[in-house]
């Protein structure tokens, strides 16, 4: 049995994307085994890769110039960052982890996007720091190509 989910319309891409961003990088779900899920950050990532090819066909070069520079994590006041710090604090076998395993969760909680060795350095301090969390809110790039919806915040 081949059933194939296909999925190439630009906008139903960037639909999908803001769905796993927000699923991914939420600290108010019901479902706590969604941000490390390796899964999901293995969809996550091609569900980017396609996104981004799209958006090349449809603005050239630049469009991937920028989904590059959102990818790059070097900010850690994003909100995916702290997202991924407060999913991290939580996971109860932490304290017993080598750095390695450490690093692994941390590209893992962090996927899809491009964390360089000394970041993850920094994320790993980040979470064995005392609890001074900041509530994540939203930050995606948006291109002249995107539609908006004009309907509240549940959708009516």
């Keep these: 049995m081949n059933k194939q989910f296909l999925v190439t319309d630009y906008f139903d891409l960037r639909a999908l994307q803001r769905v796993f961003r927000a699923a991914k990088f939420c600290i108010e779900t019901d479902d706590i085994d969604i941000a490390p899920n390796p899964i999901v950050a293995r969809l996550f990532g091609m569900l980017m890769d396609t996104l981004i090819s799209v958006q090349v066909e449809r603005e050239g070069e630049v469009a991937r110039e920028r989904w590059n520079k959102w990818l790059t994590m070097t900010d850690t006041s994003r909100d995916e960052w702290r997202a991924a710090v407060w999913h991290a604090k939580r996971a109860k076998e932490w304290a017993t982890w080598t750095r390695d395993k450490k690093k692994d ?52």
């Design 105 to 156: 969760y941390a590209k893992l909680l962090l996927s899809p996007f491009i964390v360089s060795p000394s970041t993850l350095d920094s994320f790993i301090e980040e979470v064995e720091k005392p609890n001074r969390q900041k509530k994540p809110s939203s930050s995606t790039p948006r291109s002249s190509g995107v539609r908006k919806s004009r309907r509240g915040k549940h959708g009516k």
